[in-house]
């Protein structure tokens, strides 16, 4: 595992594919705006659709009021989250990181050591972490953490 991003460093580069079945990479969004990017177990589980639903309930808050793009990951497949971002009427991407690549990047740990980790980073415009959030349970406070954190960019 490699060391886990901190608060003031320069979130990562990476390139994924979506949901879409689009390459995109975080550097593509770098002097545009600012970006919340969560990493999440694993879709059509009970808190993860939890999750992703209230970033979706309040995505007009994220992309009206702080221009934020909403970036999911997780190492489910495209063709997954094509369905699980369909089934559920997800506004924003959803990358797949079939070998938790980019999880190991940025360090997300994993619960009792299976689980993949539940973790929330903003990072500001210029591209540096300004707000992290972890918790594996408290799927609510992802969305209010990030908020918060935007707020005060």
């Not at 969560?38 to 939890?50: D, G, I, R, S, V």
């Not at 979706?56 to 992309?63: A, I, L, P, W």
């Not at 221009?67 to 699980?84: N, P, R, T």
Request: hydrophobic share 35%; net charge negative.
């Amino acid at each position: 595992m490699a060391e886990s991003v901190k608060v003031g460093d320069l979130a990562p580069n990476f390139a994924l594919f979506s949901e879409k079945d689009e390459a995109v990479e975080l550097q593509d969004y770098i002097g545009k705006k600012p970006i919340v990017l969560f990493f999440y177990p694993k879709n059509n589980t009970m808190l993860c659709t939890k999750e992703v639903c209230h970033f979706r309930d309040n995505f007009g808050e994220f992309k009206n009021i702080y221009d934020a793009e909403l970036i999911g990951i997780s190492s489910d497949s495209i063709d997954s989250h094509k369905e699980f971002a369909e089934a559920n009427n997800l506004p924003f991407t959803l990358l797949s990181d079939p070998d938790n690549d980019v999880r190991r990047e940025y360090g997300v740990p994993k619960t009792l050591r299976i689980v993949p980790g539940r973790v929330t980073y903003v990072i500001d415009k210029k591209g540096i972490v300004r707000h992290i959030f972890s918790s594996q349970l408290n799927y609510k406070g992802h969305v209010k953490e990030a908020l918060s954190a935007l707020k005060s960019l």
